[in-house]
């Protein structure tokens, strides 16, 4: 089955700063690239997603680039605020119907 | 904008009790999903619904688990015999289809066996 590896586990930037946050896949049936940002009490919340046909992909401060000859994909977020700290995760999916498999998160914290 | 709403927000059960956990997935969504996170670790896909029935399920998804849609709103899933390794968090999540693929997740349900 898919496996889908994220890093790094943690990382802290200072406001106004990038951060990047990388996932690899192991199915390269796999077509359909989700970010999900999570706060404390709260479920994952869509933040971006890419699909296969896509090479990069932009909203505001977020972009997600994926590779899929390297089976690998990233989460940029440009000039971080106080509010982007949270828990990030990527997930991979082979189809458009079918189950997610999640990375293991990435802790972020953006200090002001 | 749309919500998936669970009920209840915390359930505590006594360890081979039954529980129900249910959730309303957004009106116009066709796939249902249920996962879990144990406190820190990953979110780990439990079964996916669609059609009135199962589409996938993983192995954590045995005998003990079942899922109903009893009614056009909602989806509920059900631990038979409940252990102490199924204390976590269960979230419901619903899609649609064509371009909507993402999931909306609901905020979750925090089971504690004891």
């Known amino acids: 089955g898919e496996n889908v590896e994220q890093h790094p586990s943690t990382l802290s930037v200072q406001e106004g700063d990038s951060a990047v946050i990388k996932c690899t896949y192991s199915?390269?049936?796999?077509?359909?690239f989700p970010w999900y940002k999570q706060e404390l009490g709260k479920g994952p919340q869509l933040i971006i997603d890419?699909?296969?046909?896509?090479g990069e992909k932009k909203d505001q401060r977020i972009a997600v680039t994926l590779n899929k000859t390297a089976k690998h994909f990233s989460l940029h977020i440009t000039e971080t605020q106080p509010e982007d700290s949270a828990v990030y995760f990527c997930?991979?999916?082979?189809?458009?119907?079918?189950?997610?498999?999640f990375g293991d998160g990435t802790t972020l914290t953006v200090k002001p | 904008e749309p919500e998936v709403t669970q009920t209840p927000s915390h359930q505590v059960t006594q360890m081979g009790q039954e529980v129900i956990l249910r959730c309303v997935p957004i009106?116009?969504?066709?796939?249902f999903y249920w996962y879990r996170q144990i406190l820190g670790q990953k979110v780990e896909f439990l079964v996916s619904?669609?059609?009135?029935?199962?589409?996938?399920k993983s192995e954590i998804f045995d005998d003990q688990f079942s899922v109903e849609r009893p009614d056009g709103s909602n989806f509920t899933l059900k631990i038979r015999s409940t252990k102490l390794e199924d204390s976590a968090m269960y979230f419901c999540?619903?899609?649609?289809?064509?371009?909507?693929?993402?999931?909306?997740f609901g905020s979750g349900t925090r089971l504690t066996v004891v």
């Open positions: 619904f669609y059609n009135n029935e199962i589409s996938e």
């Open positions: 009106s116009n969504h066709l796939y």
């Open positions: 890419i699909r296969s046909n896509v």
């Open positions: 997930a991979a999916s082979l189809h458009n119907a079918g189950k997610s498999t």
């Open positions: 199915d390269s049936a796999s077509n359909y």
């Open positions: 999540a619903s899609s649609g289809s064509g371009r909507d693929y993402g999931y909306t």
